[in-house]
């Protein structure tokens, strides 16, 4: 039997939790003894994608919850909404990393084990393959939330490269070069910083019913003339909630018909958009008469 988008989005949110529980703890580790505050400030926000990932799962579970009378769309929109706590994670962790980063630099320590980068190689990888996979299975889904948790494990990849280069240009030059670790956990934090506002940003047009979607309008159409007594559409309006599309639709038909006829048909263009395109919710058709 397949599984539904809902689960699996659920299980790609227990994915992320279980990857970044033991990133965190390998790269504190290795922060403290190899010498490296980058590595620490990558632990983290790790650490912080921990609490990120739980906020996902929440929410999934959350906007899973079918309509119900206070809720006739469904509970959908809790998606977007967690996405934005995801987000000031996100910008909680980039300040936490960048002042932390400032304070070190400031302060006389010693340069980095060079086992380090050995560490951080392996964090690289496995993070690019974890964005991928998360990224994926959003995409699959129409999880918002599951791609700002993708973004996630991107940033976290983007500061674990801001890391190495740091550290290699602290070994290669020697002492004089301790804080390049540092600076560089600095200049990631920007980065993670112009990520949380690509997160925010599709989220912000979720919530606001912003027009994004002319690729499933075009599909709702084509679909809509393979009903028999569809004549023609005319307007379609699209909202997000969750992993589903809400659609009110207007549909043209003969003039001449009875309106039971007309209800028929509309009725029947609603089964169809909902057969064919499994990602639609609730289906409004509104019946117009040809000229």
């Not at 490269?161 to 602290?170: P, Q, T």
Request: proline letters at 3%.
């Amino acid at each position: 039997m397949p599984q539904t988008h809902q689960q699996i989005a659920i299980k790609t949110a227990y994915f992320s939790i279980a990857g970044n529980a033991a990133l965190a703890i390998i790269k504190g580790l290795a922060g403290v003894f190899g010498n490296s505050y980058a590595l620490i400030a990558d632990a983290i926000e790790s650490t912080t994608d921990i609490f990120s990932s739980f906020l996902v799962l929440f929410g999934l579970k959350y906007a899973s919850r079918p309509a119900d009378k206070n809720h006739p769309y469904g509970h959908g929109r809790a998606e977007p909404l967690i996405t934005f706590l995801v987000v000031g994670f996100l910008i909680t962790s980039a300040t936490i990393i960048a002042y932390e980063s400032i304070i070190n630099i400031g302060t006389p320590h010693e340069l980095p084990k060079s086992w380090t980068l050995i560490v951080l190689g392996a964090i690289i990888i496995w993070k690019e393959i974890s964005f991928r996979i998360v990224a994926k299975k959003g995409k699959e889904t129409n999880s918002s939330s599951l791609k700002a948790d993708a973004w996630h494990h991107r940033s976290d990849a983007i500061t674990s490269v801001a890391a190495f280069i740091g550290i290699s240009i602290a070994l290669y030059f020697g002492k004089g070069y301790e804080t390049a670790d540092d600076w560089a956990a600095l200049f990631a934090s920007g980065l993670i910083l112009f990520n949380s506002y690509l997160i925010f940003r599709p989220a912000l047009g979720e919530i606001m019913d912003e027009h994004l979607y002319d690729d499933l309008i075009d599909e709702i159409r084509k679909v809509a003339l393979t009903v028999e007594g569809v004549e023609d559409t005319e307007k379609c309006f699209i909202r997000k909630a969750g992993m589903q599309y809400h659609v009110e639709l207007h549909a043209t038909v003969d003039a001449n018909i009875s309106v039971k006829q007309g209800h028929e048909i509309a009725h029947k263009l609603k089964d169809t958009l909902r057969q064919d395109i499994p990602e639609l919710g609730h289906v409004l058709i509104h019946i117009e008469p040809d000229n």
